[in-house]
Each structure stands twice: as structure tokens, then as C-alpha cells.
């Protein structure tokens, strides 16, 4: 006799099982859901539970306090960036490549999004190159790289478990994105 092969959790685990939801869905959306779960190598429940977890994470803290430019620029990025992700067919923090031409296709799209932006240095951009630690003539040659330098440096020494708490939210956020990159790695 064939034994069936146990599903569920381990005998004697003392894990509360996760409560299970059915729904009922169009099969167009099972079918993008499907290739989802693929692309992103998870089982269909996974890939599920983390788009929830996405949506209600993102509505309930960038999402209601975030102002309306920078949400628009938020689903801005994030379209550029899964439209080059599949014409190109890797992604971004796996090839550099697609990593360069991703940040300039955004670059491009916000330019050609925001054709009656002023062109000007913003008044606080000349305040903090007078102070600014790589001196002012660097600073305003460059001042977005210098500022994403300074985001880079927070990035790489956050430590893996918080210091202080309550945390603050970005280092959270931080926290998370450097734990996805990683797992992506392996």
C-alpha cells in the first residue's frame, strides 16, 4: 500500500496553524497570479500572502500619509521598474546593467512627466552646500549624489537588530529592503 505523504505541520508541533481564506477570483487573475508566483519562485499561497501583506502594509503606512507627488512617484518607479525588469529579463539589483538603465529610464520618465518643472537650484540646496562636510563647490556639482551617498552609508551600517526602541519606521523599511536584497542573493 502507497502512503500519502503528509502535508501540514510536523506531529506534536505546538505552531497555532495560520487561518486559511478561500475566495473566489476571475481566472485571468489566477493565471497572473500563477506566472507571479513563478517569476518571483514562490508557491501560489505565498505569493498571495505577500502581495496582502504588500498592499496593506503600503495603504496603511506610506500609502495615507505619503503626499499625493511623491505616491504618484512611488507607482511611477515601481511600473518603470517592472516594465525594463521584463524587457530586459533580470533584475535590477542582480545586473548591473539593468540596475544603470533602470535609473535612467525613471530619470527620463520623471523629466518628460514634469515638463513645466522650474530648472533651478532650490535655495536650500545652495544653504547646505555651505555646510556640507565634501565642501560647497563638490556638493553643488553633485548634490543628489552626495545626498544618495549619505542614504547608501545608512543602508550598509544599520545594524541587523534594532538599538534603540520604538524605531524609528524608515529604518524598518530600511531593514526589510536590505533583508529582501540579501535573500535575493543567495
Given amino acids: 500500500m502507497v502512503q500519502k505523504k503528509r502535508r501540514g505541520r510536523p506531529p506534536g508541533s505546538k505552531m497555532k ?104 537650484i532650490p535655495p536650500k540646496v545652495k544653504e547646505n552646500a555651505k555646510t556640507h562636510a565634501v565642501g560647497e563647490k563638490a556638493y553643488l556639482a553633485r548634490p543628489g549624489e552626495v545626498e544618495a551617498e549619505g542614504v547608501i552609508a545608512w543602508f550598509r551600517f544599520l545594524p541587523e537588530e534594532p538599538q534603540i526602541l520604538p524605531e524609528a519606521e524608515f529604518l524598518q523599511d530600511f531593514r526589510k529592503i536590505k533583508l529582501i536584497l540579501r535573500r535575493k542573493k543567495k
Fill in 17 to 120: 496553524p495560520e487561518p486559511v481564506v478561500a475566495a473566489r477570483i476571475a481566472e485571468k487573475t489566477l493565471k497572473r497570479l500563477e506566472q507571479a508566483a513563478a517569476w518571483n519562485k514562490r508557491s501560489l499561497s505565498r505569493e498571495l500572502r505577500a502581495r496582502l501583506e504588500y498592499t496593506l502594509g503600503t495603504y496603511q503606512k506610506g500609502g495615507i500619509d505619503l503626499p499625493p507627488h511623491l505616491w504618484a512617484l512611488f507607482s511611477l518607479v515601481t511600473f518603470t521598474a517592472r516594465v525594463i525588469e521584463k524587457r530586459f529579463e533580470r533584475r535590477w539589483h542582480e545586473n548591473r546593467f539593468t540596475g544603470r538603465e533602470l535609473a535612467r529610464a525613471i530619470g527620463y520618465v520623471m523629466a518628460e512627466l514634469s515638463p513645466d518643472a522650474d530648472d533651478v
